[in-house]
C-alpha cells in the first residue's frame, strides 16, 4: 500500500474560488511591475550592461561592509560588492566599466585592494569583462529567445490537444518570420516582443485555440511574478536568470499539460457534465501527482540555495520562485482560463476519427480486396 499525501476522494472546487486567485496574481504582478518602474527597469547583470566581474578570495574573512566602506573611493567606477561565500572570504567585485585589456583591469583591481585594505592578502580568481555592444546583443537575443519559446509552445498545445497543427504552425510561421524580418531591419527587440506576444494571444484567441491560450496566459504569469519578485528583491539579470527562466517555462508548461490531459481524457469519457465540473474533476485527480513532484522539486532547488554557494544562488532562486507560482499557476490561472474562452469547444473533437474507407465483407479495404 503506497503512502499517500493527498486523499483519493478529493473534492475541492478550485474553480469556485478563481475570482480570488485573480486577484492574488493581479496584485503581485503590479506590485512587481511598479518596483521594476521605480527601480528604472531591470538591473542588469555584467552580461547585459557591461563591465567587468572580478572574484577575490581573501586569505583572511573580511565583512562585506568593511571592504565596501575601504572601496568606497576608489577608482572602480559603479563598484558593487557582493559576497560569494558564508565564510565571508571571497567576494565578487562588479565595476561598470572595461578597459583596454585584460591587464589594465587586473592592474586597476589590484592597485585599490592594496591601496585601501591595509595589506590584506587575497587572490584574483577570475576576472570577466564584457564590452557594452555585446551586452546589448545578449540582452536582445535574451528576449527573443523567451518569446520564441512561448511561440513554440503554442504549436505544441494546440497540436496535442486541439489537433491544428496546421493552424498554429502558420501562425507561428508569420509571426516568427515578421519579427525575424523587423529585427533584422533594427527594430527594437523588446517593443517587438511586447508586440508579438500581444498578437499571439489575440491569434489564439480569435482562431479559438483555447488550450494553446491557457498555457501561454500561464506562463506569462509566471514569468511577470518571477520577473517581479526578483526585482524586489534587487537581484541582477544576467544570462543565468534567463536560463532560469526557460527552466521555469518548461516545468510551468509541464504541470499545466498534466492537468490538460486529464481534462481533454475526461472530455472523452464525460459526455454530460458541464465543462467547469470536469476541469475541477481534472485537478482533483491530478493534485496528487502535483504535490508531489513539485514538493521534490522544491527540496532539491532549496538544497542549492542553501548548499551552492554565490555562483548559483541567482539562478537557484528564479528557479525555486518559479517552480513555486507555476504550480499555482496550473491549477488557478491555466485551468481557469479554459474554462472562460473554452465555452467553444466540442467534445466530438477529442474522439479518435473513425475510419469510414469502404471494406470488404472480410474487413480488408476495398482497394485491397
Not at 591601496?115 to 528576449?143: C, F, N
Not at 529585427?183 to 489575440?202: C, P, Q, R
Not at 509566471?222 to 526557460?246: C, H, K, N, P, Q
Request: charged share 20%; hydrophobic share 50%.
Amino acid at each position: 500500500m503506497g503512502l499517500h499525501f493527498v486523499p483519493d476522494n478529493l473534492n475541492i472546487n478550485f474553480i469556485g474560488i478563481r475570482k480570488i486567485s485573480y486577484a492574488v496574481s493581479a496584485i503581485l504582478i503590479l506590485v512587481g511591475m511598479g518596483a521594476l518602474i521605480l527601480k528604472g527597469g531591470p538591473r542588469y547583470g555584467i552580461d547585459f550592461s557591461g563591465g567587468t566581474t572580478a572574484q577575490i578570495r581573501f586569505e583572511n574573512a573580511i565583512s562585506d561592509e568593511d571592504l565596501k566602506k575601504s572601496l568606497e573611493e576608489s577608482d572602480l567606477p559603479g563598484l558593487v560588492v557582493q559576497q560569494f561565500d558564508a565564510e565571508g572570504k571571497s567576494y565578487l567585485l562588479r565595476i561598470s566599466t572595461m578597459p583596454e585589456n585584460a591587464g589594465g583591469m587586473h592592474k586597476l583591481v589590484s592597485d585599490n585592494l592594496d591601496a585601501k585594505l591595509g595589506g590584506a592578502k587575497y587572490e584574483i580568481q577570475r576576472m570577466e569583462m564584457v564590452g557594452p555592444k555585446v551586452g546589448a546583443d545578449l540582452r536582445s537575443q535574451a528576449i527573443e529567445a523567451m518569446y520564441y519559446a512561448i511561440l513554440l509552445i503554442s504549436i505544441y498545445v494546440s497540436g496535442r490537444f486541439e489537433h491544428r497543427w496546421f493552424t498554429a504552425g502558420i501562425i507561428t510561421c508569420v509571426l516568427g518570420g515578421t519579427m525575424f524580418g523587423l529585427g533584422y531591419m533594427g527594430f527594437n527587440k523588446a517593443i517587438l516582443v511586447s508586440l508579438a506576444v500581444i498578437i499571439t494571444l489575440v491569434l489564439c484567441w480569435k482562431f479559438k485555440l483555447v488550450f494553446a491560450l491557457g498555457a501561454i496566459i500561464s506562463i506569462l504569469h509566471d514569468l511577470l511574478i518571477t520577473v517581479g519578485l526578483y526585482s524586489i528583491m534587487d537581484r541582477e539579470f544576467d544570462l543565468t536568470t534567463i536560463a532560469a527562466f526557460l527552466t521555469v517555462v518548461g516545468y510551468s508548461l509541464n504541470d499545466t499539460i498534466i492537468i490538460y490531459d486529464r481534462i481533454r481524457e475526461n472530455l472523452l469519457n464525460d459526455i454530460v457534465s458541464p465543462l467547469e465540473k470536469i476541469i475541477n474533476n481534472s485537478i482533483n485527480q491530478t493534485i496528487s501527482r502535483t504535490v508531489l513532484t513539485s514538493g521534490t522539486t522544491l527540496i532539491a532547488v532549496l538544497s542549492l540555495l542553501i548548499f551552492g554557494g554565490g555562483a548559483i544562488f541567482d539562478f537557484a532562486l528564479a528557479v525555486f520562485i518559479g517552480v513555486f507560482v507555476g504550480t499555482a499557476s496550473s491549477i488557478f490561472v491555466a485551468s481557469p482560463v479554459l474554462l472562460a474562452f473554452g465555452s467553444d469547444i466540442k467534445r466530438e473533437d477529442f474522439r479518435p476519427k473513425k475510419d469510414t474507407r469502404a471494406r470488404g465483407a472480410d474487413g480488408r479495404l476495398a482497394a485491397q480486396v
